[in-house]
């Protein structure tokens, strides 16, 4: 069992940065996978950002270039630096781990992963 807390959200002007940050209640260390989603009014949720247990990251194509996942080493927490942000980034923010041992791709899809945080608002205007 592991909690997590996000915070850093906020409002921001197109063009802005923000750092979330998603504290756990344990290092996720030998967790095979971390992750950043997020969810807008209306639509679902939809995958940003992953790490691997090997420190791998992927990313959704539109945060290529703009977004940047890392965690502390002590893996206690995780981070989602966003630069450049569009009003199109607005909608509640989730980090998610899938607590699975060992080594592997990470998933995409919500179902991949066993616990949430309680989500940080992330909102941007034009």
């Known amino acids: 069992q592991v909690h997590l807390v996000e915070s850093g959200g906020g409002s921001v002007q197109t063009g802005g940065s923000l750092r979330l940050s998603c504290g756990a209640s344990?290092?996720?260390?030998?967790?095979?996978?971390l992750a950043w989603f997020r969810q807008a009014p209306g639509k679902e949720r939809e995958w940003v950002a992953s790490?691997?247990?090997?420190?791998?990251?992927t990313y959704t194509d539109s945060a290529k270039g703009r977004f940047s996942i890392s965690r502390d080493k002590d893996s206690i927490t995780l981070y989602l630096q966003m630069n450049s942000l569009k009003p199109e980034d607005s909608a509640m923010y989730y980090c998610a781990a899938d607590p699975t041992l060992g080594f592997g791709l990470c998933g995409i899809s919500p179902a991949s992963y066993d616990y949430w945080g309680q989500g940080t608002q992330v909102t941007v205007s034009s």
């Open positions: 790490i691997g247990r090997d420190g791998r990251t």
């Open positions: 344990r290092s996720t260390r030998a967790m095979m996978c």
